[in-house]
């Protein structure tokens, strides 16, 4: 492999082409629009975009989980395997479907506390996934896998008794990236894992995933509309606007050199850390090219809007 070729044009893991999914009713809404993406294998690529973007939507229609009235209307959703071969996962149905989603491609559901079940102790849920996907293992075995999964993203094997709640909001999202990532998946799809946690909860949370990401080599599709959060961990940032992919480059060229004008309203419609319009990354790091969309053309935007 050639060093200068990307990872998701040398190694690719997940290949989108041409997807796009529908709300069918009354009057069809266009949810997602001819998303094409590639993801690389070990990556984090950033999902970018205001709320009803279509991001979350997307993200349902790669795992297959989407519910009527939504229909993915054209495209496919390949993946690569480490293994050698490759899924159209448009093919795939029932416990293929079912065995597929959390052994190769696992999930970090929006709102940790909607996601695990309420009256379910911690081990139970956990132990769930394994009953499920590693039928043979013994009992033992799979309490022993759950602690040492709640430890490796910095929760007591204590806990394991707990219920959700019992535990603070960064400590159920952690159980959820527990969770996620319990078979070895090789792609997890993060829908705004940091959402309603305080700053330096989402700061431990994002080091824990960067840290994971390095031992155990997955890759990660990260959605969230904090655009400055996704420019410290992500490799590459799809910015998404009414459903379409607007702007795709590395988070560095994203950030000095935005192409989109969609881009930079998002850029600069972050508040400043120090004083000058457009440095919000915590590095402190400013660019002049960020202000190119003056406080006039913000307004005019919102008064159209």
């Not at 993801?39 to 989407?66: F, N, P």
């Not at 806990?159 to 969770?179: D, K, T």
């Not at 590459?236 to 000095?256: D, F, P, Q, W």
Request: net charge negative; hydrophobic share 40%.
């Amino acid at each position: 492999m050639n060093p200068s070729t990307p990872r998701h044009i040398a190694d690719p893991v997940v290949t989108i082409e041409d997807f796009s999914i529908d709300y069918v009713g009354q009057v069809t809404t266009h949810a997602v629009k001819n998303v094409k993406l590639t993801l690389g294998r070990g990556e984090i690529l950033g999902l970018a975009g205001e709320s009803g973007c279509g991001k979350s939507t997307l993200a349902y229609g790669i795992t297959r989980l989407l519910k009527p009235p939504a229909l993915i209307s054209t495209g496919h959703v390949d993946f690569h395997s480490r293994e050698g071969w490759t899924a159209d996962l448009s093919t795939l149905s029932g416990d293929e479907l079912r065995q597929f989603r959390w052994d190769k491609i696992s999930m970090v559901f929006q709102g940790a506390m909607n996601s695990l079940n309420p009256v379910i102790s911690i081990r139970a849920q956990l132990e769930d996934v394994f009953t499920a996907h590693r039928p043979g293992m013994s009992r033992e075995e799979r309490v022993r896998k759950c602690g040492d999964l709640l430890e490796r993203v910095g929760v007591e094997r204590s806990r394991l008794s707990s219920f959700p709640h019992e535990l603070s909001g960064g400590m159920r999202q952690r159980v959820m990236i527990a969770m996620a990532m319990a078979l070895d998946p090789q792609v997890m799809i993060m829908d705004e894992p940091t959402t309603a946690l305080d700053v330096v909860v989402q700061r431990e949370i994002l080091d824990e995933i960067t840290r994971l990401r390095s031992e155990l080599g997955f890759a990660v599709i990260f959605i969230t509309h904090d655009l400055p959060l996704l420019l410290e961990i992500s490799d590459r940032i799809a910015v998404m606007k009414a459903g379409e992919i607007v702007e795709l480059n590395s988070a560095y060229e994203l950030y000095t050199n935005p192409q989109n004008e969609y881009t930079k309203r998002l850029l600069a419609s972050f508040p400043s850390l120090t004083g000058e319009r457009g440095d919000f990354i915590r590095t402190g790091v400013s660019d002049d090219r960020l202000n190119e969309t003056t406080q006039t053309e913000i307004d005019q935007e919102v008064a159209t809007s």
